[in-house]
C-alpha cells in the first residue's frame, strides 16, 4: 500500500503556498495579525505576568493563550476536530537569537537561585518583552506539538487551521484566526523561543508539566474575524 506524502507548505510572497501529490498547488493570500487582537494580547499577557504572577497569585485560566484549534479531519463523520492549544506570539526573527540567550541564561541562574526564588526575575523578562508591541510579528502564531495525536495528523494531511479565542467578560472578547499550519523542528529559531519561555514556567502551579515537545507550529493568518459580542459580531477585520 503506498503511503501518501503530507502537503509541504511554503511561504513566498506574502502567500502560503500548499504542495500536494494529489493536485495543483493551492495558493493562500496572508495576512497580519490586526491591531484589535495585537492589543488583546499585549494586555492580556501583560495583565498575568504584572498583575498576578508577580504576586504569586495563582493562575486558573489564561484565555487569550489557550484558543481552541480545529483542524479539517476528513476520515471521521464530521469533518473537523478540536483541541485547546497553547498558541503565543513570535519575535521577529531579528530579535530571536537575544530573547533565546536570554531565557538560557536565566533558567541557568534560576537553577542556582531556586525555582520560586527566580520567579520575579522570570516574571520581569517576558513582561519586558510583551510591553514591546514592535517586538513581535503579525505575521503568524507560535504553539509547541506535545503528544503528535489526532491534530497533528490532521495537519499532515491538511495544513488549514482555524484558531478560535475567547475571552472573559464584561466584554468578552472574541477573534476567529484562519491560519495555514506550518510544522517547524528544533533547529528552527521560533521553536527554540516557544520551547524555552514554555520552560520558563513549566514547573510553576498553573501549568501541566510535559514530557516533550517534538515540533511546534507556525500558524500563518490568513484571515481574522472579530466575534465579540457586539453590533458587528462575525464580521472579517484582516
Given at each position: ?29 496572508l ?9 488583546w ?39 473537523f ?14 530579535y ?23 520567579l520575579?526575575?522570570r516574571?520581569?523578562l ?27 495528523a490532521?495537519i ?26 506550518q ?47 457586539k453590533?458587528?459580531?462575525?464580521h472579517?477585520?484582516?
Open positions: 500500500m503506498q503511503t501518501q506524502t503530507p502537503p509541504s507548505v511554503t511561504i513566498r510572497d506574502g502567500t502560503a503556498v500548499i504542495a500536494s501529490r494529489l493536485g495543483a498547488p493551492r495558493q493562500v493570500p495576512v497580519e495579525l490586526p491591531p484589535s487582537f495585537l492589543q494580547q499585549l494586555a492580556s499577557r501583560g495583565t498575568l505576568f504584572n498583575q498576578h504572577m508577580a504576586h504569586g497569585d495563582r493562575v486558573t485560566r489564561f484565555d487569550a493563550h489557550l484558543p481552541v484549534l480545529a483542524t479539517v479531519f476528513p476520515q471521521g463523520p464530521f469533518p476536530h478540536t483541541a485547546n492549544k497553547g498558541t503565543g506570539l513570535l519575535p521577529r526573527e531579528s530571536l537569537p537575544e530573547d533565546i540567550q536570554a531565557m538560557r541564561a536565566l533558567l541557568q541562574r534560576a537553577q542556582g537561585a531556586g525555582w520560586k526564588e527566580s520575579r526575575e516574571v520581569t517576558m513582561s519586558s518583552l510583551y510591553a514591546q508591541p514592535d517586538h513581535w510579528d503579525r505575521r503568524f502564531l507560535g504553539s509547541l506539538e506535545i503528544f503528535q495525536g489526532q491534530t497533528y490532521n499532515q494531511q491538511d495544513p488549514r487551521v482555524t484558531l478560535h479565542y475567547t475571552g472573559a467578560g464584561p466584554t468578552y472578547p472574541s477573534f476567529q484566526i484562519n491560519a495555514v499550519a510544522v517547524i523542528g528544533p533547529t528552527s529559531l521560533y521553536y527554540q523561543f516557544l520551547f524555552w519561555a514554555r520552560q520558563l514556567f513549566e514547573y510553576d502551579s498553573f501549568h501541566i508539566q510535559q514530557p516533550a515537545y517534538p515540533s511546534g507550529y507556525l500558524f500563518w493568518v490568513c484571515e481574522v474575524f472579530d466575534k465579540s459580542p453590533g458587528q459580531a462575525g472579517r477585520i484582516a
